[in-house]
């Protein structure tokens, strides 16, 4: 096993990707990704990175570069975040209808505008529906580790898809952490040589990416999405096989999707993605109502049938999330309800949006959507009637008039 | 006569050993489909293409069918270029590094990027301008029919002065395109390309000739070819070459090369025709002759292309 160092959480990422070889890295700053994409470049002047580095135009080319290397064969990598990401998405879509395996950490940052550089979901969520497998890590070793669990699940070649391994911006990259960082040799011991199943090879010519009519895309699209449920499994491999050689343990018991925190038969749950996860596992330690953390891994696959266990008994979920589809609702909450519906099991769900654009959400912040909850919940049994969407951190009279009245 | 001297006769052309097939989907007298053809046969066997969204792409690639006997990739309309770039490093990344022994030599294999003038001039210009600024080992073709034939003929960039197209219509207060065809192989030139060249169908060897010369050399190159659009230009289809032939000895399309950011090998015209004998062949310039006021917009081309001629030493 590997010895524990203090790493800035970009730093540490860079050194996860070394460790896998990357053939080719493409990659383009931008705030709070750069630091990812600096170490590489470091490591690749070294001579450490074996690999191609293309220090690319933008996103967009170094998404399609990626995927013109995955198309021949190559283990590639890239980092983004927000707008970035949002410039990769036009090729990132196609990425997974020609079933090409690319590893991205994407440091999550919101969406302009107005411009903000800091952390939320919004990126991440704003590529929900393009077939990609998106990890979420909670803190500086799971988004190391992350990164190899996305190879070995990216390049399966029974799943070949693109992979999102998401870790929020500043709060994980900016933020110094003992992490224990993979050597090559036991990256190489994991991790096996990608076995590419279609490669742009002219001793076989292959046409790869056609141009497909209403007879054939159907079935193009649901392959993606039958390989994208089949990814459960093998998520759930790559975490077990993790466990045994790293003796890090991401959610064994839940098939690798998700992990729990706290008592069993809690009357609460708080369900959240990435660095809050660590927050509310604090508060969910020092408040005097029962309450327990449930923190999804992946959003693509979704984790249905793990969440529907894991919330089998509580009454109430608070569902905190830094995401928001305008017009609609926070859409963790709303995939939690689709889960949910048919299950026999109704809790009421209380969704909470926050965290959005780099506002901190506070132990306090968490601790009183908790009292909320509480409250509804001696108001009377779950009546099983989904509550409304809240907004806690939104300072109304900082609105316009003709918004709030 | 007996039923013997009806018989057709046995076929002549095998297509066999071509590496891009008949039985496309592109439109008879299709220009681009014999640039195509023409591609493949310079480049041979040991290829890999990067294709953008236009017309070749879709014509060629229709699932579960492809003409293409090379290995060749499709993404999207703006990335041939990134894409090709990608191709080039793994094989690059693979004569590097130990474990890859399966893959061609980076040196054996000629890595291409075909795109249209739209894919071109216009949408995937940052893609070309990264590809040729990184220096990629790779051949970009722009195949240039000046216009966005496969949405239905609007215009590019590369549209030239006068043509009427789907968003240039001519109309009573308008004769066509207002704008000037964008000057590609400069720009690919200013890039560093080492080598940069104008082709047209209309003269296949020089076309084929200037791609194994473009393939000699490491790093970008840049070759644009005219091949026009019976659709687009409205000209009958077996006029093709006809019409392309025209685009050259008009001057409205000089053939020439760039190497080492150096003018060389221009095709020269010993009787360079005045362009109406050129625009008259195409519905897309129909209304310059009818329209009132037409005769001074073909004026401003001749003026346009002279002008060129003159800076490229086009007339012997
Ligand atoms: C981002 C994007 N915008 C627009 C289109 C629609 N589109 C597909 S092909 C094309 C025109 C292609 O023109 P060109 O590159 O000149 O090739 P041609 O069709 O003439 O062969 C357009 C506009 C697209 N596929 N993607
Ligand atoms: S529209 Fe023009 S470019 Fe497209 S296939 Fe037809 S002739 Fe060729």
Redesign the pocket.
Known sequence: MGEQTMLKGDRAVAHSVLSAQPDVVSAYPITPQTGIVEKLSEMDANGDLRGQFLKVDSEFNAASSCIGASGAGARVFSATSSQGLKLMS?PLFTASGMRLPLVLAVANRSLSGPLSIWNDHTDAFAERDGGMIQFFAEDVQEAVDNILMAYRVAEDPEISLPALANLDGYILTHVKEPVEVPTEEETAEYLPKRDPHATLDPKDPKTMGAFARPEHWTETRFAVHDALLRSKETIGDAVEEFADQFGRDYGLEWGGLLETYGPEDAEIALLGLGSIVGTMRDVADDHPASVKVVKPRVIRPYPEEALREALAGVESVGVLTKEVSPGHQGTLAAELKSALYGSGHNPAIHSSVLGLAGRDVTKGDISDIIDEIVDATTAGPSTGVISEEDWPQLKRDMLPDEVTH | MSSQDTAPPEPEISHDDDLFKPGHRACAGCG?ALAMRYITEATGENTIISH???????VSSPYPESSWDVSWIHD???NAPGVASGVEAAYRAFDEKEGFEEFEDHDDVNFVAI??????????MRSLSGMMERGHDVLYIA?????????GI?R?S?TPFGASTTTSPAGSESFGNDTQKKNMPAIAADHGCEYVATASIAYPTDFKRKIEKALEHDGAKYIQVSAP?ML?WDFDSAETVNVAKLAVQTGMQPLFEIVDGELSDVMSLSDRKPVEEYLETQGRFAHLFSKEGGDEVIEEIQEHIDEQAEELGLDR
Do not use: H, K, R
């Open positions: 036009e | 681009p953008a969204t236009g017309c070749m792409e879709v999207v309309f703006a795109g249209g003038d739209g894919a071109t001039f216009d949408i995937g195949y240039d029919n000046e216009g966005y034939m496969n949405t609007q590019s590369s659009c687009g």
